[in-house]
T-cell receptor, first 113, second 112 residues
Framework: SAVISQKPSRDICQRGTSLTIQCQVDSQVTMMFWYRQQPGQSLTLIATANQGSEATYESGFVIDKFPISRPNLTFSTLTVSNMSPEDSSIYLC??????????FGSGTRLTVV | DQQVKQNSPSLSVQEGRISILNCDYTNSMFDYFLWYKKYPAEGPTFLISISSIKDKNEDGRFTVFLNKSAKHLSLHIVPSQPGDSAVYFCAASLIHFNKFYFGSGTKLNVKP
């Protein structure tokens, strides 16, 4: 399975600022996804990161708030823009092939103060 | 509306005994199911999967059972080991869409 390096592992940010989270995969993967896990809740899919085109966002998530890049098959970034305390969460990227055993990054624990 | 539910937030089991983790889903169109294990400060790691054409899949100490009529799946760990202590997530998807919906997790504690 692919190995995903995600950074930063944690950050404390001021409200109104933005944070970019990076995920680097050690091999090419067809699909990459970004999730959010708020305390005591499920992993919620934010968007599918599409290589070379705009990401596909789930209901409740918009590009202006969570811009995503995927310049190639091994790298993706998620930016959390204009942050508020409600954005405090763990953010995870995931990558894999067709319907298979996806691997995850180690997560970014974001605290907005 | 949560499509995948894990109603037990925690489970405690003695080492050597069986651990049974349960998961319910609401969308009868789901055709692929996975279990992930997550240790603190790490991302989830894939454990075992099952497609809707099967009702059981076994991998070593881990067995997943799928009851489509009840929209229920379960993960059995036999025998349980202290190293199995982690949070376990079930996930479901429509296989061709590659989108997974996760339960909220069950924290398993295996006592020595």
């Amino acid at each position: 399975s692919a190995v995903i390096s995600q950074k930063p592992s944690r950050d404390i940010c001021q409200r109104g600022t933005s944070l970019t989270i990076q995920c680097q995969v050690d091999s090419q993967v067809t699909m990459m996804f970004w999730y959010r896990q708020q305390p005591g809740q499920s992993l919620t899919l934010i968007a599918t990161a599409n290589q070379g085109s705009e990401a596909t966002y789930e209901s409740g998530f918009v590009i202006d708030k969570f811009p995503i890049s995927r310049p190639n098959l091994t790298f993706s970034t998620l930016t959390v823009s204009n942050m508020s305390p409600e954005d405090s969460s763990i953010y995870l990227c995931s990558g894999g092939g067709d319907g298979g055993d996806y691997t995850f990054g180690s997560g970014t624990r974001l605290t907005v103060v | 509306d949560q499509q995948v539910k894990q109603n037990s937030p925690s489970l405690s089991v003695q080492e050597g005994r069986i651990s049974i983790l349960n998961c319910d889903y609401t969308n009868s169109m789901f055709d692929y199911f996975l279990w992930y294990k997550k240790y603190p400060a790490e991302g989830p790691t894939f454990l075992i999967s099952i497609s809707s054409i099967k009702d059981k899949n076994e991998d070593g100490r881990f067995t997943v059972f799928l009851n489509k009529s009840a929209k229920h799946l379960s993960l059995h760990i036999v025998p349980s080991q202290p190293g199995d202590s982690a949070v376990y997530f079930c996930a479901a998807s429509l296989i061709h869409f590659n989108k997974f919906y996760f339960g909220s997790g069950t924290k398993l504690n295996v006592k020595p």
